[in-house]
């Protein structure tokens, strides 16, 4: 069969223009049946707006779409749901008050034979059967609420699944997702394109584009670089379509900062069904990598040092620099010196609709407090920047809304306002989460920076190249247990993915 054929969706000359950014910029697009096609790019590219315009999302200034060869013109996102072009939001679209499986149909409920009354139990089967092939870990029965962002992102696409998608669009699906995990859902896509569906997969990971598309197109400042078959294009080739320019791919080195004073150290500390009997310490100068698979407890141990939801800690104490410390709250743990950069920068560590300069300076309002009670607006101006230039944030000035930034600038946003409080242990969960690969180098040199600042870092990530070569030892965890503790300098991905699967030496 030739490409015509085989083309399900095609875009062509897709233009869209935002008040002083043109976004797209005559770009071609188009998507076979039974393919993933990669569209990667760097935060800004265009990758989203192109994805938003395909799903009804956004209507485009200019171009044409064509769908099994005939064009269409979707004014809704109902519209190209109703011609099976299914999309999964980076954002998340769960309703939290409602079951697995009323989220699996919502919206497309199937209904008794010959009746308008809802099949609840074929709902049930369906949505068991899926959860079943998957292996994931969650009831079709419970509250969407109580999963987990990974859990959560699958219910979107068994959602797409069972709307029958024709197309299916998936902006970062795995941004959020650890690594077996990742292999899982990757592996269920190439299953879902033999059955003919198309597959747009937006990611940031090349390796990962890589390993699963059957094509990428790399878009960069809105204009279509290059489209081409992964086997004829090499890693090092699509860093350069996607930045415009070759970047060194130096490794990084630890500069040697560790010194044998610990920092932090957490003794015996025990939660009924999460945790059990963690024993840990973070010298001064120090990374420690905390890693396993989903649910291992890396999340937990991090909200139970920082106090989140005033989880009860059965037994066990936290010492920092040799003294114990009795933590609450978040409150507790930052007056004590340690800070928190949690997993969803979106919403747990950033004020979406303030400018970078207030977001910079928030978790340390009390500094810019004068003796009458007015803020300093001058100093916090100042500090917003000062981390502006010294961690290089891009943005046009500090006074942008910091939901106008790319997720790699938000990322360097939080991490400021952390060192304006001046903790001595800063904790990071999955810090290089869903922003572009230019980003993750930057991210990665400031957590290799903070070291030299005398403090500690507690890196919980599930991406094996923030863990391998970054960290000075590794703690493993499986089901709440530290497994295995290994030296930085002689991990390997193959060692860790060994003692996460297995929970043993």
């Not at 192109?50 to 013109?73: C, H, P, Q, R, W």
């Not at 010492?319 to 969803?344: C, F, H, W």
């Amino acid at each position: 069969m030739d490409d015509k054929k085989r083309t399900i969706l095609e875009c062509k000359g897709i233009t869209k223009k935002f008040p002083g950014v043109l976004a797209l910029d005559k770009v071609d697009f188009d998507c076979y049946r039974g393919e993933i096609h990669g569209l990667l790019g760097e935060n800004g590219a265009g990758k989203t707006t192109l994805m938003k315009i395909i799903a009804g999302a956004y209507t485009m200034d200019s171009g044409k779409i064509f769908l099994d060869g005939k064009e269409v013109k979707f004014k809704s996102t109902d519209e190209a749901l109703g011609s099976k072009i299914v999309t999964v939001f980076q954002e998340g679209n769960v309703i939290e008050s409602q079951t697995v499986v009323e989220n699996i149909f919502l919206n497309h409920e199937l209904k008794i034979q010959h009746t308008p009354f809802v099949d609840g139990k074929k709902m049930s089967k369906v949505a068991d059967e899926l959860i079943e092939h998957y292996d994931l870990e969650v009831k079709s029965q419970e509250k969407v609420k109580g999963l987990t962002v990974d859990e959560k992102k699958m219910v979107e696409v068994f959602r797409g699944i069972t709307q029958g998608a024709r197309v299916l669009i998936l902006d970062e699906p795995t941004s959020s997702l650890k690594s077996l995990e990742k292999e899982k859902l990757l592996k269920f896509l190439k299953d879902l394109a033999r059955r003919n569906i198309g597959i747009i997969f937006i990611t940031h990971n090349v390796n990962e584009a890589l390993e699963t598309c059957n094509r990428i197109t790399v878009l960069r400042e809105g204009v279509k670089i290059k489209t081409s078959l992964t086997k004829d294009v090499s890693e090092e080739e699509i860093i350069d379509f996607m930045l415009g320019k070759k970047i060194r791919r130096k490794p990084i080195v630890r500069k040697n900062v560790v010194r044998n004073r610990k920092n932090i150290s957490v003794e015996g500390l025990n939660i009924k069904g999460k945790l059990h009997n963690i024993n840990l310490y973070v010298n001064e100068g120090e990374i420690v990598g905390i890693t396993g698979l989903i649910g291992s407890g890396g999340t937990d141990l991090a909200n139970a040092i920082f106090g989140v939801d005033n989880i009860k800690k059965d037994s066990g104490k936290i010492v920092l620099r040799g003294k114990e410390i009795k933590i609450k709250n978040p409150s507790d743990a930052i007056k004590s010196g340690i800070a928190y950069l949690t997993r969803d920068k979106r919403s747990d560590g950033l004020f979406l609709r303030f400018p970078v300069f207030e977001n910079i300076t928030i978790t340390s309002l009390r500094k810019f407090i004068n003796k009458i009670g007015l803020i300093k607006k001058g100093e916090q101006v100042s500090t917003g920047e000062k981390y502006k230039n010294l961690l290089d944030i891009k943005t046009p000035s500090i006074f942008t809304l910091a939901e106008n930034l790319s997720g790699g600038n938000q990322q360097k946003v939080v991490v400021s306002k952390w060192l304006e409080t001046s903790p001595v242990v800063m904790i990071m969960d999955e810090p290089t989460m869903g922003i572009d690969v230019g980003a993750k180098v930057e991210i990665r040199r400031i957590i290799n920076d903070i070291t030299s600042m005398g403090k500690s870092v507690i890196l919980v990530s599930y991406e094996p190249d923030d863990i391998v070569g970054l960290c000075d030892r590794i703690v493993v965890m499986y089901k709440g247990k530290i497994v295995k503790e290994i030296e930085g300098k002689k991990v390997t991905r193959k060692m860790i993915m060994s003692y996460a699967t297995k929970g043993y030496d």
